[in-house]
């Protein structure tokens, strides 16, 4: 259904107004024909109803038992871009009929009958806050809202499919009230700079009237058959607000206080952490080195000073390089795909009106990277002395990408049998491989053959012909408790910002604050190379020379507590096993995804912390 990912400009309000230079506005005359085009309908959380069950899944919006009206001569497929299907858009054609600057009042749209199965899952899916999702001009129907804190009305798009009145019954909104808001630019060009849509409940008679005097909400009955009436009218309203600034009532900002007060906190911490520990970290290592490097070798003294004792073994390759040199390489990817995101989506370079870019452009930059990410994975195996180069060059872009590709075939059967739009179609699937095929693996292998034709790393130190015995760790020094020790402080930093990334994902809202994003994504880099370091340092203080897997798995001991903050901190009940399964499983692939590009960045920092400590002692 979906995939995600992250993250220049710090500041809030320059984020907030990115636009794409290439997406122009579309100038109407008077009278001219504006098209209304509709969207998947997508789940949304029901906040008044907390006992509301949450589906995690869309549906099309002419899936057949809603019996949403549809054009006379059938609804129209509109072109996407990739990233927007797999992002799960399905953009259609409908049967309203607006025309610029004309209002039109109850507009009769078609009458349907909902028999009593249709009413049950129409029914249900009131309760679960579906939401309809139209698309004038590019611009999503909103409904307006206002900010209680801020005292600032805003736009939240999307609008809900029916509600739920105090006795609990559920009414199907029936009546939409279209409000477009143009902007006159001169004599007779109008541009559409915003939409809101008040949907109302309403059973019609004989004569449709749009204004009764006393109106009765439409309930579908579970027991017979009933008929439902879709009317609309359309209003124009002159605005003030002109074409560049249109999305600023779309992309509003909770309580952004909050947020900045949170990252500020947290940086001031990590900056003052950072600066404990690299003068702690190069004030020992000085004397270390100084010390070692005077006293002889055979010294009885030298019993007690930790990490040079290993120096002997520190370079001895790990059990399974080839695999941890593939995983590393994998991480890398994925940070040079989130760095570079980040990056155009800050430069202005995603317009929410160009809908799926952002998916698209991770897509083909994941591809592109593949090619960093096998030069990397062959560069660190011929460090490790590994041999088969062979199979390195052809699990790196297969390893890691054909599992994500598996996962998503294997949530593609839920979605299909739950009958969400989600699914994505073979055509979709085929051009994704097809892509990987003909883009990826090839600038891969040829990444791989670079790293390989590279000299290897010299070691500083030969390795011994024995291993060294490691004497008897603590507790506290098992890679996996150190694992967990260390992920709670990069945690720290994206956990706010996880909160937005699963609203986008899971509810259709637009993400935008790359800026936060950006921030939080370098102070969680920070903090694991920081906290990975910190702790190889110690453990090899403890003549445990074994680092090399040691810093992936600290490195990426963030993914559990991302995984955990999925699972416990979602407050919403999941309805259906198909939600359940989507739920876990992307919560699954994300914080595994995190926990590589983490493991990448410790074991890259260790590799190069241990390289140069090793290269400044005196061994004869
Ligand atoms: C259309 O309706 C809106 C809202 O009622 C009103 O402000 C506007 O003047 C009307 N436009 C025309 C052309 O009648």
Redesign the pocket.
């Known amino acids: 259904m979906k995939g995600l990912f992250l993250v220049l400009a710090l500041c809030l309000e320059y984020a907030n107004a990115f636009y794409l230079p290439g997406v122009a506005p579309t100038p109407y005359k008077a009278g001219d024909k504006v098209p209304l085009l509709v969207n998947h309908i997508t789940p949304s959380i029901n906040q008044e109803d907390s006992s509301a069950k949450t589906y995690l899944y869309s549906y099309d919006y002419y899936f057949p038992r809603f019996h949403f009206c549809k054009p006379a001569d059938g609804p129209e497929k509109q072109s996407e871009s990739l990233g927007s299907v797999i992002f799960g858009d399905r953009i259609f054609s409908s049967p309203f009929e607006l025309n610029m600057?004309?209002?039109k009042t109850c507009q009769n749209l078609c009458s349907e009958t909902y028999s009593k199965s249709d009413a049950v899952f129409v029914n249900r899916n009131i309760r679960a806050g579906f939401k309809h999702n139209w698309l004038i001009d590019g611009l999503p129907a909103a409904r307006q809202m206002l900010d209680e804190q801020t005292g600032t009305t805003f736009y939240n798009s999307g609008f809900h499919i029916g509600y739920v009145d105090d006795e609990n019954v559920a009414h199907l909104y029936n009546h939409y009230d279209i409000?477009i808001e143009y902007h006159k630019r001169k004599e007779d060009e109008y541009r559409v700079v915003g939409v809101i849509v008040d949907p109302k409940s309403l059973t019609q008679t004989a004569d449709v009237t749009c204004d009764p005097e006393t109106p009765v909400p439409v309930t579908l009955s579970q027991e017979a058959d009933t008929g439902v009436t879709f009317t609309y009218s359309v209003?124009?309203?002159?605005s003030p607000t002109v074409w560049a600034t249109r999305w600023d009532k779309y992309l509003h900002v909770y309580d952004p206080k909050i947020q900045w007060f949170s990252l500020v906190n947290f940086s001031l911490i990590v900056i003052f952490l950072s600066i404990i520990m690299s003068h702690i970290l190069i004030r020992t290592l000085r004397n270390d080195i100084q010390k070692y490097n005077e006293i002889n070798l055979d010294d009885d003294m030298i019993d007690e000073m930790g990490w040079k004792l290993v120096y002997g073994d520190v370079f001895r390759p790990p059990k399974n390089p080839m695999l941890l040199s593939v995983l590393v390489g994998s991480g890398v990817q994925f940070l040079l795909m989130a760095v570079s995101t980040c990056g155009f989506a800050l430069l202005g370079l995603l317009s929410p009106s160009n809908r799926g870019s952002l998916a698209t452009l991770m897509f083909v930059l994941y591809a592109v990277f593949g090619s960093v990410g096998s030069f990397t994975s062959a560069y660190i195996y011929k460090f490790f002395q590994g041999e088969d180069w062979k199979t390195n060059m052809i699990l790196s872009p297969l390893l890691v990408p054909g599992a994500l590709f598996g996962l998503f075939i294997f949530f593609n059967f839920f979605l299909i049998f739950a009958h969400s739009s989600g699914a994505v179609p073979i055509g979709t699937m085929f051009v994704i491989v097809l892509i990987w095929f003909a883009i990826s693996v090839p600038l891969s292998c040829f990444g791989s053959l670079l790293g390989f034709r590279r000299p290897a790393i010299k070691v500083p130190v030969k390795v011994n012909q024995i291993p060294r015995q490691i004497p008897k760790q603590a507790w506290y020094l098992k890679t996996s408790n150190m694992a967990l020790i260390a992920g709670i402080f990069p945690f720290g930093a994206i956990a706010i910002e996880m909160y937005f990334i699963y609203n986008s994902l899971w509810f259709n809202r637009i993400y935008y604050m790359f800026g936060f994003l950006f921030f939080c994504f370098i102070l969680m880099l920070i903090t694991t190379l920081l906290v990975t370091l910190l702790l190889i340092y110690y453990t090899l203080c403890n003549e445990n020379y074994k680092w090399q897997w040691r810093s992936f798995f600290v490195g990426g001991g963030i993914s559990v507590y991302v995984f955990l903050h999925a699972l416990i901190l979602s407050k919403f009940r999941l309805g259906g096993f198909t939600s359940v399964i989507l739920y876990v499983g992307y919560s699954l692939v994300i914080s595994l995804g995190i926990g590589l590009l983490c493991g990448a960045v410790g074991f890259i920092g260790v590799m190069v912390f241990v390289l140069s400590i090793y290269s400044q002692i005196k061994v004869d």
Do not use: G
């Not at 209003?235 to 002159?238: D, H, P, S, T």
């Open positions: 600057l004309e209002n409000y209003y124009f309203i002159e």
